[in-house]
């Protein structure tokens, strides 16, 4: 995504670069995306001790690689998504995996905020999983 290029196709194309990413379990191929002054924001940081604010790229990374160590076979579906301001997007995340021999969705709502084209403030709400 380059600056001033916010859209509904540039949000398209980066949903895909992380559902490619997650699919592989691996999200650091998703590290472009990222400036590298990120501000990462999640609840889920509670449950393995990590502070609530997460800043630079390299730690937002290693935390969301950490949250997918223990599972398998990953679908990361865009359900919604939409352009909030002229540097902000909402996204509806449906995030179906493999825990053991149980099969999960965990639903995302993630807001982002954008600098020089890339994302800048990731901070994500969620429903926590549940079987499909």
């Known amino acids: 995504m380059t600056s001033g290029s916010l859209s509904l196709e540039a949000i398209d194309g980066q949903e895909e670069v992380f559902a490619a990413a997650f699919r592989a379990g691996e999200i650091f191929q998703a590290s472009a995306l990222y400036h590298p002054d990120v501000v990462y924001l999640s609840p ?3 449950l393995y001790g990590w502070p609530r604010r997460i800043e630079g790229r390299q730690r937002t990374l290693e935390f969301i690689q950490l949250t997918i160590s223990a599972v398998a076979n990953i679908d990361y ?3 919604e998504r939409a352009v909030i301001a002229d540097d902000s997007a909402y996204t509806r995340i449906l995030f179906d995996f493999d ?3 149980r099969r999960l969705r965990s639903v995302y709502v993630v807001v982002y905020r954008y ?4 994302i800048a403030q ?3 709400y969620y429903d926590p999983s549940d079987k499909l």
Do not use: M, P, W, Y
């Not at 600098?115 to 890339?118: E, I, P």
């Open 44 to 46: 889920t940081t509670r």
């Open 115 to 118: 600098r020089d084209g890339l």
């Open 122 to 124: 990731q901070e994500l």
């Open 99 to 101: 825990f053991g021999d």
């Open 77 to 79: 579906a865009l359900d």
